[in-house]
DNA sequence: GCTGAAACCGATAGGAA
DNA sequence: TTCCTATCGGTTTCAGC
């Protein structure tokens, strides 16, 4: 098993990470507001290294930054469509162009550059699907390299968003 | 415009935010561990109303949980696949089986059913792309029901997770 | 429902093991 | 490094508006 060789320190990660640290950071993806001296009665540590890993693994961005997890019915953001994007190669400054947008427009909440069919992979969520047909239409159908979307409205939520596995450290 | 309709009260909502909620609600988004005596200050309200807010949106599931964001290569997940899966219909209890295999797999950090081509859209992720293809291999084509998958790898990360947005409120 | 003050508890920083 | 302790600041509660 590979595993003993990552138990101290990961070579190939840019951030060694012992035990220790590995159970904080699985604390903090559960609850991020987890007082230092419930996480450092959880690992066994007292508080002071506790809260010193802590801040090092933000300083090392090894900890992005703590958000607040919204219940999307209950903002009223019932719609939800996973959005396929391909570009046509041909215009110019498509690429530019496409991701500037993608970042101006806060309904798409996700965006990757993938491998396969498509150019690109988004996530976009509206109060209905009204909203969304607004949007592809007065948005993205506007954007001049689009050539082609392919839209999947999400019916169920089968996992949400959940935190990143940390057992192959 | 419509949102003057959503100013005070939408009716569409499980929950009736006003406009002091929904700054908490941008505010926590962007950093969940903002004390609520900063909140007070940015929305212009004292703390203990402040406090009182977040608790009753916490306790109403509008706040879900608050989690902390990690930088998935800095803990050795550089690769991340978005699979398309679909099922065969005429094997018994296929979907059940499916979607609990889905729970238990971590390095599944995402699911959807949707409509259009796929059944499910999966995001998956994993130190390197040979761990994807072993777990594809070991976990996705042993399950009964899958018929086929469609993997595509994330090239770029164009927009992470973003927050939900709540203009429409 | 908001304000302000007061009590309590946790976070941060220093020094010792 | 970790632990202990003191200080400081934030959270939470309560009385009054």
């Known amino acids: 098993m590979r595993k003993s060789f990552f138990k101290w320190r990961c070579m190939e990660n840019k951030y060694p990470l012992d035990g220790a640290s590995v159970k ?19 690992i066994g540590l007292s508080s002071t290294p506790t809260w ?10 090894v900890i992005d930054h703590y958000t607040a997890v919204l ?10 469509v996973l959005a396929e994007v391909n570009l046509a190669r041909h215009v110019e400054n498509v690429v530019e162009e496409f991701e ?9 909440i996700e965006c990757y550059a993938t491998t396969g069919q498509a150019d ?3 996530k976009v969520v509206t109060p209905d699907i009204g909203e969304y047909d607004a949007f592809l ?9 689009v050539s082609e979307i392919r839209s999947s409205v999400v ?7 959940s ?5 192959h450290l």
């Open 24 to 42: 904080i950071l699985k604390a903090l993806q559960q609850d991020a507001r987890l007082s230092v001296q419930d996480l450092s009665g959880r």
């Open 52 to 61: 010193k890993r802590v801040k090092e693994m933000e300083k090392a961005g």
């Open 71 to 80: 219940n999307r019915a209950r903002v009223g953001l019932k719609n939800c």
């Open 100 to 108: 500037k947008a993608v970042q101006e427009h806060d309904a798409i």
């Open 120 to 122: 690109y992979m988004l």
């Open 137 to 145: 239409h007065n948005v993205i159908f506007k954007l001049p390299g």
């Open 155 to 161: 019916l169920r939520e089968i996992k949400p968003p």
């Open 163 to 167: 935190p990143l596995p940390l057992d």
